[in-house]
């Protein structure tokens, strides 16, 4: 089993950048697709970016398309979120997950991840 511990959260003002790690536990890290997914009090987790096994592919959702970035590097079992022109309302808890998923549509659903990090905490003030 793949196991996900993430780091970078924090508290930041407005405008400014974040980017989150995602240590996996194994070299089998690189047979996954990975995602992002982030949850605030009283909403459903959702979808943020994912990329796929090589990398050669990403999706975003597009209310945050264009302010962060999702990348890995296989060789060191590490996957990336950078986050640029935060707002207040990007507040939340951030997820990295893995999936075995070959389809766009399972990729960026939460329901086609089978392993999650522990999450970490991304607060924006105005």
């Known amino acids: 089993q793949v196991q996900l511990l993430q780091s970078g959260g924090g508290l930041v003002q407005a405008g400014d950048s974040l980017r989150l790690s995602c240590a996996a536990s194994?070299?089998?890290?690189?047979?996954?697709?990975m995602g992002w997914f982030r949850q605030a009090p009283g909403k459903e987790r959702e979808f943020i970016a994912a990329?796929?096994?090589?990398?050669?592919?990403?999706y975003y959702t597009n209310s945050l398309k264009g302010r962060f970035t999702i990348s890995r590097d296989n060789a060191k079992n590490m996957l990336f979120l950078q986050m640029n022109s935060l707002k207040p309302e990007d507040t939340a808890v951030y997820f990295c997950?893995?999936?075995?998923?070959?389809?766009?549509?399972?990729?960026?659903?939460?329901?086609?991840?089978?392993?999650w990090g522990q999450g970490t905490q991304v607060t924006v003030s105005s």
């Open positions: 990329i796929t096994w090589s990398a050669s592919n990403t």
């Open positions: 194994d070299s089998t890290f690189s047979n996954y697709a």
């Open positions: 997950a893995a999936s075995r998923a070959t389809t766009v549509a399972t990729m960026t659903d939460r329901r086609g991840y089978e392993y």
